[in-house]
């Protein structure tokens, strides 16, 4: 089962704030500054806006009475963690993949609460009753159709495929919903007449990789086929966390690129304090025209979690190749490399000795300062900010 809330940032803000409920609302960046949408709520998506747009853009499609919020990452991390704590009640093996999203095995469990119907409902009861949101709900026979069936019938929607319905589900839906098949590649099938996954599994594989390539053929040929991991990894079980986007159109201004991994960071870098991990390796994923894709990482001598490091060593990578001015598809930003609890207990430092890149743990006691101020008088009290190039 696939768990995906709502619009989250902006439903908790419309759930807080009634005066913003039926307005078109944009959480990120604040008009008049660069930055991009972290989210927006379905009044503005109405209007095209979409998560990662460059918030000029955003301004420009919606309404005068549009309500624009910087993001209060705390409060969300409070929520959705009240979120898991109440999924746990429903299977005892849940995946969380981002503050928002959660896959659970629910193998077995027709026994103690019901069939599939009826342990989706229980999920998305838990979640109304507990903090007053709504979720859509995918159960599907691998992670896949689990995704592919939670955004079905977004927002709070409940879609169920059963193993023999799966290529039922799959073949009338456009290409474009099969994983790393974006708006760049999709057109190199569609050029030779592809609509549907029905007619993306009437290929051969060596068609599919002559292609795509042999990688994203692969990839394309199972998923059309509906071949996917049904594996649920418990959070002790996590490798990395990571957060990606893509744009809506190609982007060449590096200053967006630049603001989309400093918000990706400050999204890893919260997720990885709230689980209490810290990572070593810091890893950076850009595509451009025609799926080309590429990732280049960075093992840091201090393992991290602190957002402005890991945006420090991602925007470095990023600028250490022939990529700037180039047309950007997408940008994407993981860490990685966990440091041990032993070698974590080992690490002591003071709050306010001098910040450097050499000095991570006083970087994350910091952060724990600026956490709590934060709790206490708001998420705008005191931030990081990113300090803008001189023309």
């Given at each position: 089962m696939h768990i995906d809330l709502d619009a989250f940032f902006a439903s908790i803000e419309q759930r807080d704030h009634p005066e913003y409920q039926g307005r078109p609302l944009v959480v990120g960046a604040k008009?008049?500054?660069?930055?991009?949408?972290?989210?927006?709520?379905?009044?503005?998506?109405?209007?095209?806006?979409?998560?990662?747009?460059?918030?000029?853009?955003?301004?420009?499609?919606?309404?005068?009475?549009?309500?624009?919020?910087?993001?209060?990452?705390?409060?969300?991390?409070?929520?959705?963690?009240?979120?898991?704590?109440?999924?746990?009640?429903?299977?005892?093996?849940?995946?969380?993949?981002?503050?928002?999203?959660?896959?659970?095995?629910?193998?077995?469990?027709?026994?103690?609460i019901g069939p599939p119907e009826v342990?989706?409902?229980?999920?998305?009861?838990?979640?109304?009753?507990?903090?007053?949101?709504?979720?859509?709900?995918?159960?599907?026979?691998?992670?896949?159709?689990?995704?592919?069936?939670?955004?079905?019938?977004?927002?709070?929607?409940?879609?169920?495929?059963?193993?023999?319905?799966?290529?039922?589900?799959?073949?009338?839906?456009?290409?474009?919903?099969?994983?790393?098949?974006?708006?760049?590649?999709?057109?190199?099938?569609?050029?030779?007449g592809l609509r549907t996954v029905a007619d993306v599994r009437r290929l051969s594989l060596l068609e599919l990789r002559r292609h795509l390539g042999d990688l994203a053929g692969t990839k394309i040929h199972e998923q059309a086929h509906g071949i996917a991991s049904d594996r649920v990894h418990l959070d002790s079980e996590r490798k990395s966390i990571s957060k990606e986007t893509t744009f809506n159109e190609d982007i060449t201004d590096p200053e967006i690129v630049r603001d989309t991994l400093?918000?990706?960071?400050?999204?890893?870098?919260?997720?990885?304090?709230?689980?209490?991990?810290?990572?070593?390796?810091?890893?950076?994923?850009?595509?451009?025209?025609?799926?080309?894709?590429?990732?280049?990482?960075?093992?840091?001598?201090?393992?991290?979690?602190?957002?402005?490091?890991?945006?420090?060593?991602?925007?470095?990578?990023?600028?250490?190749e022939q990529w700037v001015g180039r047309p950007v598809r997408l940008v994407g930003l993981g860490v990685s490399g966990w440091a041990s609890d032993a070698a974590k207990a080992a690490e002591q430092a003071d709050l306010f000795d001098e910040i450097t890149a050499d000095h991570a743990p006083k970087q994350e006691r910091l952060y724990q300062t600026m956490d709590a101020v934060s709790d206490k008088f708001g998420r705008k009290s005191v931030r990081f900010g990113v300090r803008r190039r001189k023309e």
């Open positions: 008009p008049g500054k660069r930055g991009v949408v972290a989210t927006c709520s379905y009044e503005a998506r109405r209007y095209g806006v979409r998560s990662a747009m460059p918030i000029s853009e955003a301004v420009r499609r919606l309404p005068p009475e549009t309500v624009y919020l910087r993001p209060s990452m705390t409060r969300y991390g409070e929520v959705s963690r009240q979120i898991m704590q109440a999924l746990e009640g429903i299977s005892p093996a849940v995946e969380k993949v981002s503050v928002d999203e959660a896959f659970l095995d629910i193998s077995g469990m027709q026994r103690l342990i989706g409902r229980r999920a998305k009861s838990v979640i109304l009753e507990g903090v007053g949101l709504t979720a859509s709900v995918g159960i599907g026979p691998n992670r896949l159709i689990a995704k592919l069936a939670s955004d079905f019938r977004k927002p709070d929607g409940l879609t169920i495929v059963l193993a023999d319905q799966v290529q039922a589900f799959l073949d009338p839906q456009p290409l474009t919903i099969l994983r790393g098949l974006g708006a760049k590649s999709a057109p190199v099938l569609q050029r030779i400093h918000w990706a960071a400050q999204e890893v870098g919260y997720i990885a304090r709230q689980e209490g991990r810290r990572g070593s390796i810091v890893t950076v994923k850009i595509r451009f025209q025609g799926f080309e894709t590429h990732t280049r990482s960075r093992t840091l001598t201090t393992p991290t979690s602190t957002d402005k490091e890991i945006f420090q060593q991602a925007w470095e990578l990023y600028q250490s």
